[in-house]
Every structure is written in C-alpha cells, then in structure tokens.
C-alpha cells in the first residue's frame, strides 16, 4: 500500500494489524483517484479512516485540509504514523470517534468524504443517511464509497444521489452527490 501520486509519491503507508481494517488495493485506489483527479480541492474526511491512506492520497494530490476519524486505538496510531511518515500532519486532524457519533456533532463542510466501512456492518446507509441529514457535503461535493459487489444500498438519503458505479473485481464504488448539482451538470452539457 502507497501513495500514488502528489507530494507524497511512493511512499509506503502501513495498515493497522489484524483483520479488522482492509485496505483498499492500490489497483482501486488509482482508478478511483483518476474518476475524482479534477474535483480535489476543500477539505476531505475520511471516515473509517483504517489507515487513512484514501484521506492521506487526496492531501497528496492538493486536498486543503483532512479530518480522519476511526474509533479503534490501533488505526489512530497508525494514521498519525502515516500522515508523519508523508509530512502531511500539518494539513490533518485525527480524531478517535465511532463514525455516527463524530458525525452527530460535525459542523464542518467537505469537499470529498470517503466512506469505506467494514463490509458485514449498516455502517455504510447509516453515514449517508446521517450526512444528507447534518447537511455537510459542501457544494458540488462528492461522497465516495466502497462496498462488496452485491451489496445492496438501500434507503432513503435525502437529496444526496448515486451519481455512478465503478465495478474493479469484487469491488463496487459508487459515488454519491447533491441533487441539484447532478442536475445543474446536465443542464450545462
């Protein structure tokens, strides 16, 4: 696992122990930067951070500023290890929080949020749910997710859309935005 691109090309990013974080395969993370290469811009939050490497990649590329937030102590350790190692701490925040709770009381705008929960939870509708409700994707924002092809997102968020599907092997993203700016993108075509 590495940073592909920007400022911190190359660079090798550890993943905390155990069975319970699974990072996304660079395969993914390279085609998922080259769908959202010209939208990286404002602030992201990289929610179930693991070992913050999708937050650490947009830092990278010019992302302003990240917020990564993941309640277990061992990811926490190794994100701040990770931002060190790619001299990106100054332009991070790390916080220890469950992903609901943190949410329950942001008041923060984000440019880009990634969502990549741990793939047997509810986690996944729960955040999207939560977000479109708190209202803080900023405009033209975009929430990025992972999910295991098959995985059904079902329920009702709000005025926040999938946009589109990316299938790589056994992983789907789908990328989520505001209503009204899928809609003022295709007046504009």
């Known amino acids: 696992m590495r940073v592909i691109t920007g400022t911190a090309r190359g660079t090798i990013l ?3 122990p155990g069975l319970a974080t699974r ?3 660079d395969k993914v993370k390279q ?3 080259n769908i959202i290469q010209y939208e990286i811009s404002g602030d992201v939050l990289d929610l179930f951070a693991g070992s913050g490497q999708l937050g650490i990649e947009a830092l990278s590329r010019g992302a302003r500023h990240g917020v ?3 309640q277990s102590p061992e990811a926490i350790r190794v994100i701040r290890d990770n931002l060190e190692k790619t001299k990106l701490s100054d332009r991070a925040q790390v916080i220890r929080s469950d992903a609901l709770s943190y949410l329950s009381r942001c008041r923060k705008s984000f440019r880009l949020i990634f969502l990549d929960p741990p793939y047997a939870e509810k986690s996944l509708e729960n955040a999207i749910k939560c977000i479109s409700e708190i209202d803080i994707l900023g405009e033209s924002g975009i929430i990025i997710t ?3 092809v098959g995985k059904e997102l079902k329920g009702d968020f709000g005025d926040l859309v999938p ?3 990316y299938r790589y092997g056994t992983t789907l993203i789908t990328l989520f935005r505001r209503k009204q700016d899928l809609e003022a993108a295709e007046h504009s075509l």
């Open 14 to 16: 550890k993943a905390p």
């Open 23 to 25: 990072p996304t395969a």
């Open 31 to 33: 085609a998922l930067f």
């Open 68 to 70: 990564f937030v993941d």
């Open 146 to 148: 992972e999910r295991p």
């Open 163 to 165: 946009s589109k599907d």
